[in-house]
């Protein structure tokens, strides 16, 4: 999917961020532990009423589907830490 694509289903890009598209990072989600790449990175703002800093679209390795959405309060490890 092309940057085009990827902005029109999930928003605006982050102009910056802690961590880039197409790095690597090791996350939770409900209590279980994941690993994927970042498909893209979204900029701040409001979802069903409530203020979302930036955010990461990930597609983890454990699990086909749909991607996650993953806070920065979520990712535990990047590539270069593992």
Not at 62 to 70: A, K, L, N, S, T
Request: proline share 6%.
């Amino acid at each position: 999917m092309d940057d085009q694509a990827l902005e029109d289903l999930y928003g605006p890009a982050a102009t910056y961020s802690d961590h880039k598209k197409g790095e690597r990072i090791t996350f939770t989600e409900k209590g279980e532990t994941y690993t994927g790449m970042i498909i893209w990175v979204c900029a701040p703002g409001v979802i069903a009423g409530r203020q979302i800093p930036t955010h990461y679209i990930v597609e983890a390795d454990q699990r086909g589907g749909f991607p996650f959405i993953v806070l920065p309060s979520d990712i535990i490890e990047t590539a270069s830490e593992q």
